[in-house]
């Protein structure tokens, strides 16, 4: 059975998000339009706390899980991005996060990761 959000669930899934991450900016991209011919805006989502997306997803599902959810920890795979939107959720939470990276991982997401209490394993 397919579960689909109503427009309830997605209003209560914004405010819980918006107490910890900020709208971020909307913006007409001139030279993308001319290029694709027709009107085109740019959602600014590297404006956010950690400057990565994805943070939205990882902060809602960090804030709707149980105290026991919570005190097991999270556990993902990352390249960068979602690492950093996990770790950020966890440590707004209360939770601990340990998220597994390729050895060659950009040092400075790692770095930030580590810097947000997330356990880091190449």
């Known amino acids: 059975m397919e579960l689909k959000p109503t427009l309830q669930d997605i209003r209560q899934a914004a405010e819980l998000v918006h107490k910890h991450v900020s709208p971020t900016p909307l913006r007409h991209s001139a030279a993308l339009s001319k290029l694709v ?6 959602k600014y989502e ?4 950690i400057n990565v997306f994805k943070i939205r997803g990882a902060v809602y599902k960090m804030s709707v899980m149980g105290e026991e959810e919570r005190a ?3 556990v993902t795979a990352s390249t960068g991005n979602h690492g950093q939107a996990i770790a950020y959720g966890a440590a707004l939470t209360g939770s601990h996060a340990t998220i597994f990276m390729p050895e ?5 997401k ?3 990761m580590q810097n947000l209490g ?3 394993v190449f």
């Not at 590297?46 to 706390?49: A, E, I, M, R, V």
């Not at 060659?104 to 400075?108: C, F, I, Q, Y």
């Open 37 to 42: 011919g027709a009107e085109v805006y740019v």
């Open 46 to 49: 590297n404006h956010h706390p």
């Open 72 to 74: 097991r920890g999270v």
């Open 104 to 108: 060659v991982s950009n040092p400075e």
């Open 110 to 112: 790692v770095e930030s």
């Open 118 to 120: 997330a356990e880091i």
